[in-house]
Structure formats: structure tokens, C-alpha cells
């Protein structure tokens, strides 16, 4: 039987910063390291144009996509425009940096270095360790709140992982969990009044549910299977969700307080990572029914399930745009790992990064309010 995805996927993130620590490169290591070398506070370096093919359908100029790229080297923060264009490299340091996460403001773009949360403005300016811990500070996830005044992210420096709360500048640290057994991979819910997050408290994972401020606490799974990959639909009624109840990752829908519980994909292949479209009306997610890993979309009811890649390549790590209309994602079809956008239903397909070191982790800008 397949290992599941979902925890290869956690190994992978755990053997790339295993490297990093010791000198080569990757992603991470649940294991605590000294504190590592801290990011340069120099600022971006030049903008280059990125070799890439002609501009998706209706690209806006002022859209832009963080993405981690080692084609420097070692795991660096980059961010370019939607169409490929505007290159710029964000960060500066030995350390492996991953996983760009954008303020909803698009102002600021917080990342993972080493074993720390950093936060970086969207020109490459003010960097800052907001943990600056030597036990692991983000390696089990971390998140903007929606209005963006805090961060919500996994921490094991009380010897076991709890999830913890700070306002944006690094301040104002409270633990919220508070328990003898690991919660990591907290999310916040579309209004922020309620933080999702992974507990073994009860099994070997379940998707629980608290008030941002800690109380509340509710196991919305309570399943002796593994429960995770987790993602708030966009009015935070419904929650999707990987489990291995039926004995392979299945994307399960239920409501915010865990009842109607659905089995969306009912597939003898392994479905992850299934993300809300900004509508609420589609999901995208990751499938290997057909043997390979490929970029599938369904409807939020689990009808209408199309493959969008049907490529022999590892297709994966798929995010909306802002607008629902194109999905960026990464695949190894040409050898090795870049980011590529497609529009929603699958067609004009444009490779963004094409460039011979690995680029993976896409996360768009957000739209501007208002």
C-alpha cells in the first residue's frame, strides 16, 4: 500500500532542511538545530526578465507570485509577475528559506529560514526574525491572521509542539495549545475568529478547531486515521480536509463545527492538497488515481472531477489566483521542478520559472481590497 502523500510530503519538507542545516541545501528537519545564520538584511538584488513564454490569459501587470528557488545555490525567496517577467530575488542568506507567505495587504511576504519565521517587505526590505528562537519556530506552519496584525505558527520551544500566536512585528508571543502532545499546522479561519490546526492529543491526527484567543477547543475529526491538509472554504462554513479513513487519502468536506461530513473523491487513488477556488465553488487538488501525481478540479460537492495536467510528470502544489481564473503549480516535466500557470479548465499552459535549479512553493499576491 502507498505511503500516504500527505506524510511524504512532510518528509521531503523534513530532508531539505536536514541539508540546509548541515550546509547543502533543503527543506527541513523536525529535529532542533542551533540557531541558524541569519538572512542578509541587504535588499533584493537586481530584477532580471525570466526566460519565460508568452503571458497566461488576461495577466495583470501588477500581480506577482513568491516562489522558493535554489537556482542560486541554496533556497532563496524570489518573486516575479504573473506572466514570468519581473524577476527578483528576495533574500540573500546561506540559510534554505521556503515557503513565501503573503500578507493579505500584499505588502509583506512572511518565510520560513532555517528554523525561524521571518518577514520580509515585498521589495526585499526591512527583513526581520520575528521568532529568533534556537528550538523550531515555523517548521509545523504558520499563517497570517486575515486583517494581518498577527501570525499563528508552530513551535517546539517548550519541548513539545504547540501552536503559538504574535502580532506581525515579532511581539505580544502567547502559546495557545499548551499541551504534552504536538499540534502543528495552524490555519485561520476567513474571519479570524477561529484558528484550525493538526493535534496527536487524541490520535495520530486530528483536525481540530479554537477561538484565536485559545478557548474553545474542539476535535472535529475524532477518527483514528490520519487527518489533515486542511483548508477553510472562503465564507469559513466548511472545512476540506485529507483523511485516511477509507485506507487512502481521501479530500473530505464537513461543516466548521465538524458535522455533514462528506467524502468527496471516494477514488482508490491517493487525493491531497485540496484548496478552496476564491469563490467557494471548486476545489483543486493533487490525485494519483492515475498513477502519477496530477492537478485535478472538482466541484465544491465533489461532481465534475477533471484532470487539468494529464502529464507522465509530477504535477503538484496547485494555488488559485487571486480571481479564480488560473492556477499556478509545479511539475518536473522538463526535468526538473518549476512553476507553471494554466487557466482554470486546464488550457494555456505557460512555464513561469524555466530555469535549471528547482523552483516550488507558488503563492500569489493577494488581491487588493476594496
Not at 171 to 187: K, Q
Amino acid at each position: 500500500m502507498k505511503v500516504s502523500s500527505l506524510l511524504l510530503a512532510m518528509l521531503s519538507m523534513l530532508v531539505f532542511l536536514l541539508a540546509s542545516a548541515c550546509g547543502d541545501g533543503g527543506q527541513s528537519d523536525a529535529t532542533p538545530a542551533s540557531t541558524t545564520t541569519p538572512a542578509s538584511t541587504e535588499g533584493p538584488a537586481d530584477a532580471t526578465p525570466s526566460p519565460a513564454a508568452a503571458a497566461t490569459p488576461s495577466p495583470t501587470a501588477t500581480v506577482r507570485i513568491a516562489f522558493t528557488s535554489d537556482r542560486d545555490g541554496n533556497g532563496e525567496i524570489y518573486a516575479m509577475n504573473a506572466d514570468g517577467s519581473g524577476l527578483t530575488r528576495l533574500t540573500n542568506s546561506p540559510a534554505f528559506e521556503s515557503n513565501p507567505a503573503w500578507s493579505p495587504d500584499g505588502a509583506r511576504i512572511a518565510f520560513g529560514s532555517g528554523f525561524e519565521v521571518y518577514v520580509i517587505n515585498a521589495d526585499g526590505s526591512r527583513l526581520a526574525n520575528l521568532t529568533n528562537n534556537p528550538n523550531s519556530d515555523g517548521l509545523f506552519g504558520f499563517a497570517w491572521s486575515p486583517d494581518g496584525s498577527r501570525i499563528v505558527f508552530s513551535s517546539r520551544r517548550d519541548d513539545v509542539v504547540d501552536v503559538y500566536v504574535m502580532n506581525a512585528d515579532g511581539s505580544g508571543l502567547t502559546n495557545l495549545t499548551n499541551n504534552l502532545t504536538p499540534d502543528t499546522f495552524p490555519v485561520w479561519s476567513p474571519d479570524g475568529s477561529r484558528i484550525a490546526f493538526t493535534s496527536e492529543r487524541a490520535s495520530v491526527g486530528d483536525v481540530f478547531v479554537m477561538n484565536a484567543d485559545g478557548s474553545g477547543l474542539a476535535n472535529l475529526t475524532d477518527n483514528p486515521f490520519i487527518n489533515g491538509g486542511y483548508d477553510w472554504s472562503p465564507d469559513g462554513a466548511r472545512i476540506a480536509f485529507i483523511s485516511r479513513r477509507d485506507h487512502m487519502n481521501e479530500i473530505y468536506v464537513m461543516s466548521a463545527d465538524g458535522s455533514g461530513l462528506i467524502n468527496l473523491t471516494n477514488n482508490p487513488g491517493d487525493d491531497d492538497f485540496a484548496i478552496w477556488s476564491p469563490d467557494g465553488s471548486r476545489i483543486v487538488f493533487t490525485s494519483y488515481r492515475d498513477e502519477n501525481s496530477e492537478i485535478y478540479v472538482m466541484n465544491a460537492d465533489g461532481t465534475g472531477q477533471t484532470n487539468l495536467t494529464n502529464n507522465p510528470a509530477i504535477d503538484s502544489r496547485p494555488a488559485w489566483s487571486p480571481d479564480g481564473s488560473r492556477i499556478a503549480f509545479t511539475s518536473d516535466r522538463d526535468g526538473n521542478v518549476e512553476i507553471y500557470v494554466m487557466s482554470a479548465d486546464g488550457s494555456g499552459l505557460t512555464n513561469l520559472t524555466n530555469n535549471p535549479g528547482d523552483d516550488r512553493d507558488p503563492a500569489w499576491m493577494p488581491a487588493p481590497k476594496g
